[in-house]
DNA sequence: CTGACATTCAATTGAGTTATTGAGTAATGG
DNA sequence: CCATTACTCAATAACTCAATTGAATGTCAG
């Protein structure tokens, strides 16, 4: 065994060492990575931070599950936590990690094409509905000849949206409806391209005979482009 | 159970069912990168194709090992092969995989420095070279007043390195030496950020007393930042 | 067709992961 | 102080994954 004495490198077996344990370090956040229902917590995380309870309920999970996972995700780091009251608020421990996800769902694209024709026939928005792409909407916005719903629930809303969207949660797009404006084309936007809020907004609106058409983006997409994202003052959950 | 007939939306359980086959894609993908051994070979792929042969010694697995985890990362679609003769050439399946691994390094970043000081010890760059950064590089390369020498073996260089660079392999650079220029400054780089032969080459250089320093990217980070890469005409193995 | 080589497959064993259940803990309101 | 709510922890059983070994497959050189 030669065992080098320059302090600055160090032996062949230390090195080899050094490298796994990088290597694992990488590993632990892979393997967060390797369960659909975390991937799930993360993804809902994305747009906001919530409770457990909240991330339960939204996830269909138990709330043991729930907190198991939050756990988890929280030992590799990809999610902080602070404590409001009775409650634990997760939160995305960084930017990078909204990217990461985001690196995931880029590299699974072409295989969900290719292989799972039930999340396909679930995600068909362009056979209904003809996409917006950021730039013209970006444009139109500034011209004011749409008008932008965020079809998510009104927290998210408050916690970060497109500047200049308004905000028709779900439940409320049916109602909404009434008082939308017929001249204008509508664009509805929601979480991101595999939700569905805007999609089900886009049809019930279409079927009351007005103008839409979908931003496959969320808020996350937006904001990465480097375009104008607006949020709500919180006055800290329900205090 | 309200069953909506409408084709285009299907029932609130197709619904759940989708989104939990598209969360197991991604998950898939997690998975894949869940472990240590795949996250090497990954890595040793993004620096251009090999045979599972040579992935093996490089990784230092056995070679069933190392097929059996290839296998692993071509299920999830990560990477691809090609026989060439009695080999399989394994290679990264589109760019968005790379872009994946940088991810996970990325969020990967800020863990290693906080709780892992092994791993720290080994990649203790700055404190033996003042890096260059790519701008500084870019912008000394049109000048001519570096030279960059591409620290990774021949085979690795043929598939892509920073235009401009002369390859010295990691066993030649104190061969190299002794025709380096006096006068110049040398730019030292090899794989990326977690690499260590730029470092090496660079001790070993400025002991014999020249004026190095090291660039902490790889042609893939280079590359990723549209700068311009070369690649040398390969003639296919060794047909 | 045979032997050599590179790679994969199959089967085994041990280790790690998941969902579930029930108990334990911290903050709040009475 | 007690009850309640929100969450976490521990223990279990079912399952999945990793490393190893040896056999099987595909290709090439003769």
């Known amino acids: 065994m030669s065992v080098r004495k320059t302090p600055s490198s160090g032996s062949a077996a230390d090195r080899s060492a050094a490298k796994r344990r990088i290597y694992e370090q990488f590993a632990r956040i892979g393997k967060a990575l390797g369960s659909a229902t975390r991937l799930e917590l993360l993804d ?37 936590t602070r404590r409001e009251g009775q409650r634990i608020v997760y939160r995305i421990a960084d930017p990078s990690v909204v ?54 629930p009104p927290e998210e809303f408050a916690q970060g949206h497109i500047r200049g969207a308004i905000n028709v949660p779900p439940g409320d797009v049916s109602a909404w409806a009434a008082k939308a404006p017929r001249k204008k084309e509508i664009v509805a936007y929601c979480r991101g391209p595999y939700c569905v809020y805007s999609m089900d907004a886009a049809r019930t609106l ?25 949020r709500t003052a919180t006055h800290g959950g329900r205090s």
């Open 44 to 80: 809902l995380l994305s747009q906001g931070e919530r409770s457990v309870e909240a991330l339960a309920r939204e996830a269909s999970l138990e709330m043991a599950s729930a907190s198991q996972h939050l756990r988890a995700l929280a030992a590799a780091r990809l999610v902080e």
């Open 99 to 152: 990217a990461l996800f985001h690196a995931v769902r880029a590299a699974a694209k072409a295989q969900l094409a290719e292989l799972d024709s039930v999340a396909q026939a679930y995600l068909q928005r362009e056979d209904d509905f003809e996409p917006i792409d950021q730039s013209e909407l970006a444009r139109r916005l500034r011209d004011g000849t749409v008008v932008l719903i965020d079809v998510r």
């Open 206 to 230: 279409r079927a009351k005979g007005l103008r839409v058409r979908a931003l496959p983006d969320g808020v996350n997409e937006w904001g990465a482009a480097g375009r104008p994202v607006a």
